[in-house]
């Protein structure tokens, strides 16, 4: 465990950290520069909105939770007001903007703004009397506003013609909420997590698949269709260990039960049995799934499991997730490692080998892999 806490630790603070401080801050026009290549160096200067609230958020958590290191805070508050200035239109936040602010994607992607109020929440706890607090409430209410069609005028889909609902907007709900709980409230967290938890166990879990399903019918039931069908032990078990944070702040040992559970059964279902590694998407009725890249091996779906597993066996013991860190230990650092240059890559083909060799992009920036390897070490620690 000493040894396994010093890996983490160490990769965080000395090779992780310092190559997002040195190659994604634009000292030009301000923001986070967030295509990097392998060695950091910079090709593509469009600037994507949720990218940006990711990394604000990265740096101040680091600042709040660590050490208050004066480069951590500056890097979060330089992003935060590029985000103020450029980030958001009338109807929400833009999903892309050019290298100097000028509006690029229209705000057809809610999570710009669950991101945007994640990064001014971090904030507003490391600088309470300034006015990231009220623009952190603000902005949550703005995510919050788009439940019900979180598209808006922008979702293609025929009115009525078949009504579904996403689970990605619930789950990066729950993390939000507990994320933003110093200016939301402590009751008002409280109430709205539970009903999030129960929301979770009675519409998107499916117990004759065993499996957290990413879409839903408007009624919470089953829909045999590609959407429908579709399942992805990433998304599964990143949603299994915001829901275990919650049945630990609520004292719900049955709810950190089933979360653990659950994970074990993404887990399971999820596994590359011939290449090892986890699948990105699934059919749960094993037929063919349309999306191009379901077999890819994604570097956030092995950290957030990474983080579910250990977290399982942190708080009920179950060695068979202590079995499954392990495994998913010795698949991630072999594989998304990069043994040459800092930071990890991204993207993998189903055998394991390196697919793209950038290190940030569209979805990939300073995030998934310093908040696991954060996670990870203080867990490490306390065990």
Known sequence: MKELTNQYRDELLNNVM??????????????????????????????????????????????????????????????????????????????????????????????????????????????????????????????????????????????GSRPMKSFAFSMILCNLALELEETLGKDYVDRIVRELADEIRRSYYRPEFGVILEQVGADGGFVDSYDGRCFSPGHACEAMWFLMDIGSRLKDDELIRWAADVTLKSLERGWDKQYGGIFYYMDVKDKYPTWLDCDQKMWWVHLESLIATLQGYQLTGDERLLSWFKILHEYTWTHFKDPDYPEWYGYLNRRGEVLFPLKGGKFKTCFHLPRALLKIWRMLEEL
């Open 18 to 159: 310092p190559f997002w401080l040195n190659h994604s801050i634009d000292k030009e026009y301000g923001g986070f520069l967030n295509s990097l290549d392998r060695d950091g160096s910079v090709f593509d200067t469009d600037k994507w909105i949720w990218m940006q609230g990711r990394s604000v958020w990265m740096f101040a958590t680091l600042y709040n939770q660590m050490e208050k290191r004066k480069e951590w805070l500056d890097a979060s508050v330089q992003g935060a007001e590029f985000l103020r200035r450029y980030g958001r239109s009338e109807e929400g936040y833009y999903f892309c903007v050019t290298r100097k602010g000028e509006p690029l994607v229209q705000p057809y992607q809610v999570f710009s703004n669950a991101f945007a109020a994640m990064g001014y929440g971090a904030l507003a706890k490391a600088l309470p009397a300034s006015d990231y607090p009220a623009l952190a409430r603000e902005t949550f209410e703005l995510y919050l506003s788009r439940k019900e069609n979180p598209k808006g005028r922008y979702n293609k889909l025929v009115p």
